[in-house]
Each structure stands twice: as structure tokens, then as C-alpha cells.
């Protein structure tokens, strides 16, 4: 794993000094190697975490074997023997020579050999960036279900990329204006939706993309896609699709084990992980590595299921059990870790467990993903409801009898009432998360004007919006079959809940402790086939990701999993009402709220009251307001 940085300009905008700001900043990622490239028009930086071929001579900058490509790369390609292997001996590239070992030169040889199409040959994640001295022109590639992070600055004129927000941060002639419009989306979900960032002139390439920067501007194509994969009919067979899964799953295990470097698995305990760990105990000729996190709150500490099948498993195992102090030393990180307004605590305990990993391990698998494809979340089963015209009829008194109701009924009044359908999708995530309605939002802050610009898909907006690309997403999976409630949520989440929180979440967490971290359920040749599995066979008699456990049970007792789904989730509630209080007191202060001036002072007093007087589902929305008031102390 590795960071990059770099820019383009034709007008000497960037310099040599820039790029290695840029590029230092992002040591973290890197810490074994540091190169860079430049030329009269461009600079190219990289930090090296050594997992494969481990020699200098895979080192980036790495150029072609012609000397007209010159690539920095991050990430691993997991199928680049094959590619290599096909380059070699295919007549037409008979004159290849590797001299390396490294995934790094396949990818550059492809791309010098197979043009803009190479990226299709691609298995794995990654962000690669080439530069064609020749013609002198700038591609960025993106894999497919956005795993790995890659950002780019563009005024219109100028141009330069990285790994993460943090080394724009370094150039103060970067522009670093706030984008107010994007707030609202924080409010509503927690994290900034690709392609936009907390800033108006830095944006996130999308997922499944690539893009040319040259001298007449930047222009950017999707060379994969959700949508196409969806087929007419799905498979419905219970056996043929456990026997595909189960061997798609294997051969993506097996993939991702490929390291010159120790390895281990984050397990948690649960269905997902605990798959990835048994296919993992069956293919490693070593005894596997398993890291776990737990906490001292007895309602929130599964180590103990992680242990039981860490154990069934002959793993060696490590656990590390989390107190509030062990989280207050991370909170302040969490600002300069993410870079801009990120709301997902769990980020806390995932920071801890790549700590943890980091101490015997360079790799780690995990298993994101595997709910979005399987129905693993509560937010699939409102979705179901809510599509139940019976439902649709009495929403609205229902709404409003909860709401005298105990603070969970009242959590439910919030999901039952009615939404925009192009606003759906979002609504039942973000209540799902005990996030700020779109309602509560238009009541808490302080322009009206400037809220909506995203979600209404403002024609003056560059970028689609999150829900106007949604909309979009369903009409098209439509005109191929009709997609179940569930579905269209699942793929809300593959969209923006997966790459924009928990792929994010896990990259910067792990990779502040140079860990890679690797996730077989999203080799898109898993994600391809599990988009057509009937969902009868994913959520069947009230059980979500029944075909998935079918399998599991395979490997594993069934009893060790006969429990409630928990999630990774810290005791945030409990936390902001004792030992963590005085984040509330130092970012949700009057004079503070006033000082920034994006949300009322006095609708933010009622939240806290009502919180403190026992509407504890609240907990959530206030987080989100000390993140946001946190980041704005920091950056502002």
C-alpha cells in the first residue's frame, strides 16, 4: 500500500518544493521508500509500503521499457502473474522483459502495451496514476468499487492528485475554500459523497473511473459500472449459487493472500469475517494471524465470539479490549486521520484493531462488503416495509402516534414519515444511522439557500447529486429486471454508504499504521454474481444473508453464530453522557456555534436538552455536530 502525489501544469503553477510537500505528508502510508519524478510539466511523488518484491528495484516512480510511461501506483493487483504471464507471451509482445517481481511493471506494461483498456484486465484495488511524457498527458484509474482513495484539485486551470485530502493541505495556493452545499449531506449521512469534499475545488474521482488531464482540460469516462452488471434473471437455484459463491469466494481469498510480508485477518466475530478467516485457515500453508477489538461495556463486547471461532479455527489470536480512555486518545486524531467531517465512531475501534495488526502483520483481510451484497443490514428490512403500499397508507398517523412513544418508538416515528421517492434511499440510511432528517436539517441550519443545491442536482453543480445519480441507478437497473426494495437499497449502499464511509473508514484507519488492508468480498468478480442471486436466497423466512451462512456453516458450528447482529460499533451513547460530556461542552457551546455560524445555537440547545433527558437515540446527531464544530476548530 502506498501514497501518492503529483500534479500537471503547463504554466509552472506547481514546483519541485510542492511535490515533495505533498508527498511527505503522506509518509504514513509509506514508510519504507520515498521517489519522485519531474519534468517540465509534471511531478509525480510516491511512499512505498514493501508487500511485493520487496527490492528497490520495484520502487516508484517506475518507468516503461520504453521511457515514455512513468507510473505511481497504490494498491495490489491481484491476477498480475496472469496479465504479465499474457503480456510475455503474446506474439505481439514478445519483447518484453520484466525486471521485476513487482505488480507495479505488469501494470505499466499493460497500460503501454493495451492503451486506456488495460484497466479492464485489472483484479484488485487500486489508484494508478500514468504520466506519457510523449504527448504529455495525465491518466487516473480508480478501481471499481472505489477500495482505494484517490483525490484530484482543479480550478479550471490547474491541476494535482493525492492520496488523501491532507496533502492539498500543505500548498496555500490550493484554494481551500468550504463547501457549504456538501454540509447538508454531512448532516444527512454522515460523510461528504463522492465526487465532492469538504472543499469546492477538490473532488474525489468517482469509483469504476478513469481521466485524462491534457492541455485542452480533464474529461472522465466509466470503464465499469454497477448498472450493467445487473441481468435480466437471477440465480435462484440454492445450489448452483452456493457452489459459485463459495468457489468465487475461495479464489478471491486465495488472491488476496498473495504477500512477501506477514499477513492476519480483522475478525470480529461475526458472519462476514469469520467466512473470510475459515477459507483463509483452509488455503495458508502458515498458521493465520486473527485481531480483534472488544470493549469494556458488556452490550457492545463481542471478543468473545471472535475468540470461540478464533479458536475452532487454530488461529493465533489477538484481542485488544477498548476503555473510553483508549478511545479519548484517538478522538482528536480522527480530525487529522480523515481530513474533513466524518461521523462514523466505529472509526475509533478500527483505528485500535489496525494498531493492533500492525504489531505482527503488514497485510490484513477483511470483510466489508459482505452485508451490502448479502442483506446484512436493518436498513434492508425498512426498506421492504416502506414498500408495502398497507404501510405507505397509515405512515403518516403512525408517525405521529410514536412519536409520544419511548426514545426507541420515537427513533421509528422519524423512519416512518414520508419522503420524496427520488429521497428514499438516503432517508432510510441516514434514520437507520440515527442521523438528521432532511426536515431536521432545513430547521437546523442557518441558510436555507445553500442546503439543497446537491440533492436537487443543481444544474449549475458540475456533479450529479447523491440522490439525482440514485434516481438514475434504479430507473436503469429497472429497464434490465425490477429490482426488490432491498435491492435498490443494497445498491444505495454499494454506491455511497460502502466507498464513501466504510472503504474510507478502513483505508485511513489502517494505513495511519501502514497496514494494507485488503477485502475479498469486493473482488468485482463476487460483487458481478452476487448482484444476481435471487434475494430470496440472500434474505429468506426472516434470516439476512442466509445463502452466506449456508456456506459458513460448511466451515464453521452454526451455534457459535446463534445470536443478534451487533455491528462494530462503540458505546457512543453511554460515552457522550459521561466520560466523553465534554466534547459536547467544548464544540457545542453557544459562543462556538455562533463563532461558525452553520447551525442555530438554539435548535442545537433543544437536541442537547432532550437528549439529556432521556431521548437517547439523539446520541448520533449529536456526534455529528461535534465532528463538525471539531473539524471547523481545526481547519478554519
Not at 489477538?318 to 465512531?345: G, H, N, R, W
Request: charged share 20%; glycine share 4%.
Amino acid at each position: 500500500m502506498c501514497g501518492l502525489a503529483g500534479f500537471i501544469s503547463f504554466d509552472s503553477f506547481f514546483n519541485q518544493e510542492d511535490l515533495t510537500l505533498m508527498t511527505q505528508s503522506l509518509a504514513h502510508r509509506g514508510p519504507d521508500a520515498e521517489g519522485f519524478f519531474m519534468d517540465e510539466h509534471c511531478g509525480l511523488g510516491h511512499r512505498r509500503l514493501s508487500v511485493i518484491d520487496l527490492s528497490t528495484r520495484a520502487s516508484q516512480p517506475m518507468y516503461s521499457a520504453n521511457d515514455r510511461f512513468v507510473i505511481v501506483y497504490n494498491g495490489e493487483i491481484y491476477n498480475f502473474s496472469e496479465i504479465g504471464a499474457f503480456l510475455k507471451g503474446s506474439s505481439q509482445h514478445q519483447a518484453i522483459n520484466f525486471k521485476t517481481s513487482s505488480d507495479t511493471e505488469v501494470i505499466l506494461e499493460s497500460f503501454s502495451a493495451l492503451g486506456i483498456d488495460f484497466v479492464n484486465q485489472l483484479n484488485g484495488m487500486f489508484a494508478i496514476v500514468i504520466y506519457d511524457k510523449k504527448n504529455q498527458e495525465l491518466y487516473l484509474f480508480r478501481d471499481r468499487l472505489g477500495i482505494k482513495p484517490l483525490m484530484y484539485y482543479w480550478d479550471g486551470e490547474h491541476f494535482a492528485f493525492a492520496s488523501e485530502l491532507k496533502a492539498f493541505k500543505q500548498i496555500p495556493k490550493i484554494k481551500k475554500e468550504i463547501n457549504k452545499p456538501v454540509i447538508h449531506d454531512f448532516l444527512h449521512l454522515g460523510f461528504i459523497p463522492t465526487p465532492h469534499s469538504i472543499y469546492k475545488n477538490i473532488f474525489k474521482l468517482n469509483a469504476g473511473c478513469w481521466m485524462k488531464v491534457s492541455r485542452t482540460g480533464i474529461e472522465e469516462h466509466r470503464y465499469w459500472n454497477l448498472n450493467t452488471k445487473l441481468q435480466n434473471t437471477v440465480v435462484s437455484d440454492p445450489e448452483e449459487a452456493m457452489v459459485k459463491l463459495s468457489d468465487l469466494m475461495m479464489s478471491s481469498v486465495q488472491y488476496q493472500l498473495k504477500s512477501d510480508v506477514p499477513f492476519g485477518v480483522f475478525l470480529s466475530g461475526g458472519i462476514d469475517s469469520s467466512f473470510v478467516t475459515a477459507q483463509a485457515v483452509q488455503l495458508s500453508s502458515v498458521k493465520i494471524n486473527t485481531f480483534s477489538i472488544g470493549f469494556e461495556e458488556n452490550s457492545h463486547n463481542e471478543s468473545e465470539y471472535a475468540k470461540a471461532v478464533a479458536q475452532y479455527l487454530s488461529t493465533d489470536h489477538f484481542e485488544f479490549i477498548v476503555s473510553y480512555k483508549d478511545a479519548m486518545q484517538l478522538i482528536d486524531s480522527i480530525i487529522e486521520t480523515y481530513d474533513e467531517p466524518f461521523a462514523d465512531p466505529s472509526a475509533i475501534p478500527t483505528m485500535l484493531v489496525s494498531k493492533l495488526a500492525r504489531q505482527y502483520v503488514t497485510v490484513t483481510l477483511s470483510g466489508e462488503g459482505g452485508d451490502e451484497l448479502f442483506f446484512g443490514y436493518g436498513a434492508y428490512k425498512w426498506a421492504n416495509r416502506l414498500s408495502n403500499p398497507l404501510v405507505n397508507l397509515i405512515r403518516t398517523p403512525l408517525a405521529s402516534l410514536f412519536e409520544h412513544g419511548s426514545s426507541r418508538v420515537q427513533r421509528i416515528s422519524h423512519m416512518l414519515r414520508p419522503q420524496d421517492s427520488m429521497n428514499l434511499r438516503s432517508h432510510i440510511y441516514s434514520q437507520e444511522q440515527y442521523y438528521f432528517t432532511s426536515k431536521e436539517i432545513s430547521e437546523l441550519v442557518t441558510d436555507s439557500n445553500s442546503i439543497y443545491s446537491f440533492i436537487n442536482n443543481d444544474e449549475k453543480i458540475k456533479f450529479s447529486s447523491v440522490i439525482g445519480e440514485l434516481k438514475n441507478v434504479a430507473n436503469f437497473a429497472q429497464n434490465h429486471r425490477r429490482l426488490t426494495a432491498m435491492e435498490q437499497q443494497a445498491l444505495f449502499d454499494l454506491y455511497y454508504y460502502l466507498p464513501d464511509d466504510l472503504l474510507t473508514k478502513v483505508d485511513r484507519a489502517s494505513m495511519k499504521f501502514s497496514l494494507e488492508t485488503r477485502v475479498p468480498y469486493l473482488d468485482h468478480r463476487v460483487v458481478e454474481f452476487a448482484l444476481n442471486i435471487s434475494p430470496s436466497l440472500k434474505y429468506k423466512n426472516g434470516i439476512a444473508k442466509h445463502i452466506l451462512k449456508k456456506i459458513l456453516y460448511q466451515y464453521i458450528p452454526k451455534k457459535l453464530f446463534d445470536r443478534p447482529k451487533q455491528g462494530f460499533a462503540i458505546p457512543l451513547n453511554k460515552w457522550l453522557h459521561n466520560e466523553l460530556h465534554y466534547l459536547i461542552e467544548e464544540n457545542l457551546n453557544k459562543a462556538t456555534l455562533e463563532q461558525y455560524g452553520y447551525v442555530k445555537p438554539e435548535v442545537v440547545a433543544v437536541l442537547l436538552d432532550q437528549f439529556n433527558n432521556g431521548h437517547d437515540y439523539l446520541y448520533n446527531r449529536i456526534w455529528l455536530l461535534i465532528i463538525l464544530h471539531k473539524w471547523l476548530r481545526q481547519n478554519t
